[in-house]
């Protein structure tokens, strides 16, 4: 949702209502942790009354371990913290999932995908981000698909239950390599909310 108009949100948020994706992808920035601010609670709130979807929210934020009770409070389903921002980052994940939450962990794209070795059975979401965090609209790092095979090959071997969620740049000319590489979920901002037809452009992502 980073990238829909923020001016008339209620507008946006029933676009997505009434399309094909299945959840709203909440990208919370600090300005610390990532260079931008994005929003935070009260915006978050509006989403709770008015999404119809689950609300999958990304903290980029530093210490998110402050902030895991809130978002819970405002209706997260899915709450993904940054491995980079975690420094216990198995107590984030047991907070979260203590909450009836999934939970979800972030790579930024220098962090391998071997790094979450020990945790991967801990968690239902792994966010690979496909760009640096912090601005939407940036273009696909290539790399991505040989992570998406890597952490494929991880939650195969582990028998983790673990999805695969794609963050950043996704399009129509990579949406069906990452399904077919293993990729559970995209998300899509600049892409979906900067066409001429949001709504198709949601249907043709999903459907390649
Ligand atoms: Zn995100």
């Known amino acids: 949702m980073l990238a829909c108009n923020f001016g008339k949100l209620e507008e946006e948020i029933s676009l ?9 992808h909440i990208d919370v920035m600090d300005g610390i ?8 609670t009260p915006i978050m709130k509006i989403f709770q009354q008015k999404a119809e979807k689950p609300l999958d929210v990304h903290l980029m934020i530093v210490n998110p371990e402050n902030y895991i009770q809130k978002f819970a409070d405002l209706g997260s389903e899915i709450i993904t913290v940054h491995i980079e921002a975690s420094t216990h980052l ?14 979800g962990v972030a790579l930024n794209p220098h962090t391998p995908v071997s790094s979450l070795s ?5 968690i239902d979401l792994v966010c690979l981000m496909s760009v640096n965090p912090g601005f939407g609209g940036q273009k696909f790092i ?11 090959n991880l939650i195969i071997n582990s028998g983790s239950s673990a999805l695969i969620e794609i963050d950043g740049g996704v399009n129509e000319d990579n ?3 990452l399904f077919d590489l293993g ?8 892409t979906v909310f900067k066409s001429k037809n949001p709504t198709n452009t949601i249907s043709k992502l999903i459907s390649g």
Do not use: Y
């Open 142 to 152: 290539e790399n991505t698909f040989d992570k998406v095979a890597e952490l494929r």
């Open 175 to 177: 949406s069906n390599k």
């Open 33 to 40: 942790f990532v260079p931008n601010i994005s929003f935070g």
């Open 90 to 103: 198995h107590r984030n994940i047991q907070k979260i999932k203590s909450l009836g939450i999934k939970a």
């Open 183 to 190: 990729a559970n979920v995209l998300v899509a901002g600049s």
């Open 118 to 122: 020990s945790i991967i059975n801990d």
């Open 16 to 24: 997505v209502n009434n399309s094909k994706a299945q959840w709203f």
